[in-house]
């Protein structure tokens, strides 16, 4: 799954590319990727075509393009990319929705291997489209309100890496980056999210905005090749990575092998001395 770091990086080259663009067609390839479009897929290439593109934004993974007062929102699910290229490039099997400009210049094409990914119309999501308002702001966000989120995590019963991961509380922030932040910060990510001091958690959402800045300068995180940016291009976060996928291997600070925990059907990487396990822990 893409992190924000990641889906920044797409953000940017989308800017770069896009900004000031007329869309001339959208020709779609699978239908499934607009399923979150109630009126179809007909509907969706009509509603774009001929919309000049203003910006294009963010809050945590999803992103949109905003059309006059309307928005195209977009969220990439666990390999969807949004790729710029020469519009006579050949269609890869994966292309599920093809944006051609009427500048006649490079296109857009959402490819997306797993479909979970999808593309939607927001009617007045310009500003912020209605379908994502729920979302927390995220680290990186002007919006962000450290004290509130604060006192939001004080009343969580639920263990801080959890926590972390709930959209509604702070966005952007995945299993990769919660567990290299919860290293950074010697916390257990078992540790009760209402047992924390004011100060751990903001030296954590410190944390979290370092190694979110440290990943987009180094182009985001790719394990498998998938997350890339709008250039098909990845990033070599990885080899920074404290603990995260390097279960055995020595801890950078302390050089005890690093833990591998079940988690949420996932995995919680940490270090067994720098990060002592809570003997109350929730999760
Ligand atoms: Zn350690």
């Not at 919006?143 to 509604?168: E, H, N, P, V, Y």
């Not at 920074?240 to 690093?258: D, E, F, I, M």
């Amino acid at each position: 799954m893409p992190e924000l770091p990641e889906v920044e990086i797409v953000r940017r080259g989308l800017r770069r590319h896009l900004l000031g663009r007329v869309v001339d067609s959208v020709e779609l390839l699978h239908p499934r990727a607009v399923r979150r479009h109630a009126a179809g897929a007909d509907d969706f290439a009509a509603a774009l075509a001929g919309r000049r593109i203003d910006g294009a934004l963010r809050r945590g993974k999803y992103l949109w393009l905003p059309v006059g007062e309307d928005a195209l929102l977009a969220h990439l699910g666990m390999s969807g990319q949004l790729l710029i290229g020469d519009p006579d490039r050949p269609v890869s099997p994966h292309v599920r929705a093809r944006f051609a400009f009427r500048d006649g210049g490079p296109d857009l094409r959402f490819t997306d291997q797993r479909t979970f990914g999808h593309l939607s119309f927001a009617p007045g999501g310009a500003v912020l489209p209605a379908a994502i308002a729920h979302i927390a702001p995220d680290p990186l966000e002007p919006a962000f309100d450290l004290a509130a989120l604060t006192a939001r995590l004080a009343a969580r019963r639920t263990g801080i890496k959890r926590a972390l991961l709930d959209q509604s509380l702070v966005s952007g922030v995945g299993n990769i980056y919660a567990d290299e932040a919860l290293w950074r910060v010697r916390l257990h990510w078992a540790r009760a999210a209402d047992g924390l001091r004011r100060g751990d958690v903001a030296r954590l959402i410190t944390a979290v905005q370092e190694v979110f800045t440290e990943a987009l300068d180094a182009g985001g995180t790719s394990f498998d090749s998938l997350y890339v940016n709008v250039n098909g291009q990845s990033g070599y976060f990885e080899r920074s990575l404290a603990v995260y996928g390097r279960a055995g291997q020595p801890c950078r600070r302390c050089g005890s092998p690093v833990r591998r925990e079940a988690f949420m059907n996932r995995s919680a990487f940490s270090c067994p001395k720098c990060q002592p396990r809570p003997r109350r822990g929730r999760w």
